[in-house]
């Protein structure tokens, strides 16, 4: 074709200039649009972020907060809210903090220790008592065997709903670690409930699948505390293997089955028998026989000793446990300045608190457990040694003759 370019004439190749020239433009404005939408995008995405953690750490400090303090120093004032009776022998007291404020949480198998001001006592009476629920917003609960003593006496007779008590912090290292996975055995002899029923409590209470034996022993029906409670429990969560235990069922009123599953109390044998294996972590808390057999057959059953967590309410279980566990016997003179006594260490006691007794001295004490602190004395010269660590933390300069033995000669402020 005459005037032509190949295929096209100069006016097609300069309309195709054209053409391709303006959708060159249309693609470049689509593609810086698109750009700087997408900037505007990913700008507006980061601003959306750090405004969404601004507002997580604000959550997060209004939170903290708000999260009660970790315990308190010294004492704090709590009213009985209610006084609930569980047994002939057994009464749970449900304690409100005075101040209204929140309750710090504590862990489960921990202690509250009390000051009691007990009509005709001296000086005031410190005791401790194993919380035995859960840990709750609004209330700490304790469960008082009457002993028969001073404080379990206050607490059953004089006490009622509304008086107003001295209460230091939960404290103790006899706990459940929440935070492990490993299958527990929960086991409770009497009054000894109290703790592991906290901690069963509590892992029902989250919800958590643990593999977790429950083991409480006692007489007969009559001292049978919770049991509705503990039945439910066991009837919800399939997890926990419920075994109760009558010594002495009462053939009249107890039943094998419904109210008790083993008519023999709660021993090395038994577990032997049930638990798949040894391998688990056990909690013990009961009378010094419970306890002993316990602890003895476990280790014998190849149970190693970071297994077996267990709480003495008195002297004489820690006692034994220290003593097979090969305690410091202890050496040297102890002086007791305030009594001018210095007396050489005879070795047949085994704390110093037992040894100014054994001497005629009155000596301050409390639990006997290395809980409370009553003892506590300033050592003013020499030093003393502990079996078991106290989970009462002393101050400087201070020791617990519930708990020590003489290391060389030692003056105490006694
Ligand atoms: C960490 C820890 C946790 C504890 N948790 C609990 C708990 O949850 N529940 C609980 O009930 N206890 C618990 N205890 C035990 C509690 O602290 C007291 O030891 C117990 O209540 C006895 O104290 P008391 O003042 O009544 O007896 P005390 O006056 O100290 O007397 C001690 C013992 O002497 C005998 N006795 C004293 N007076 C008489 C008398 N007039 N007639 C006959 N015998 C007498 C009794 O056998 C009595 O138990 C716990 C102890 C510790 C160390």
Redesign the pocket.
């Known amino acids: 074709m005459p005037g032509s370019v190949g295929a096209f004439g100069p006016l097609e190749i300069v309309g195709l200039v054209v053409v391709i020239a303006v959708l060159y433009t249309i693609a470049v404005n689509l593609i810086t649009t698109w750009r700087s939408a997408m900037g505007a995008g990913s700008a507006h995405r980061r601003a959306m972020e750090q405004w969404h953690a601004r507002v997580e750490q604000a959550k997060l400090k209004r939170a903290e907060a708000e999260k009660p303090e970790e315990g308190w120093a010294g004492f704090r004032k709590f009213k009985i809210g209610k006084k609930i009776p569980e047994t002939k022998d057994?009464c749970s007291f449900y304690l409100v903090p005075h101040d209204n404020k929140p309750l710090p949480e504590f862990k489960p198998g921990q202690?509250l220790t009390f000051r009691l001001n007990i009509p005709g006592q001296p000086k005031p009476?410190m005791?401790?008592?194993?919380?035995?629920d859960a840990p709750r917003p609004d209330y700490y609960r304790?469960?008082?065997?009457?002993?028969?003593?001073?404080?379990?006496?206050?607490?059953h007779d004089v006490l009622k709903q509304g008086d107003i008590l001295d209460v230091r912090a939960p404290g103790?290292d006899?706990f459940l670690d929440m935070n492990k996975d490993r299958p527990v055995v929960l086991l409770g002899g009497g009054?000894?409930?109290?703790?592991v029923l906290s901690m069963l409590n509590e892992i029902t209470k989250r919800g958590m699948k643990l593999e977790t034996w429950f083991f409480y022993g006692m007489k007969n029906g009559t001292e049978h505390a919770q049991k509705k409670h503990i039945e439910t429990v066991a009837a919800a969560n399939p997890n926990v293997k419920l075994n109760i235990c009558y010594s002495q069922p009462d053939p009249a009123k107890d039943a094998q089955g419904r109210d008790y599953q083993h008519a023999s109390r709660v021993t090395v044998d038994l577990l032997r028998k049930l638990l798949p294996s040894s391998n688990y972590d056990y909690y013990l808390?009961g009378p010094p026989p419970f306890m002993e057999s316990l602890v003895t057959g476990l280790q014998k059953w190849g149970v190693p000793d970071e297994n077996v967590h267990f709480?003495?309410?008195?002297p004489a279980t820690v006692k034994k446990k220290e003593a097979a566990s090969g305690a410091p016997k202890g050496t040297g003179k102890v002086t007791f300045a305030k009594s001018g006594k210095t007396i050489e260490w005879s070795g047949k006691e085994t704390c110093i608190l037992d040894f100014g007794e054994a001497n005629g001295l009155k000596l301050n004490c409390?639990?006997?457990?290395g809980?409370?602190g009553e003892c506590a004395v300033a050592i003013q010269g020499g030093e003393v040694e502990y079996g078991k660590s106290p989970?009462f933390k002393c101050d400087k300069g201070t020791v617990l003759t519930c708990l020590s033995v003489p290391k060389g000669d030692c003056t105490i402020d006694a």
């Open positions: 057994l202690f009476v005791r401790c008592y194993s919380l035995s304790v469960t008082i065997k009457r002993a028969p003593g001073l404080s379990s006496c206050f607490f103790g006899f009054i000894g409930l109290t703790p808390c709480e003495a309410f008195g409390g639990c006997r457990a809980n409370c989970s």
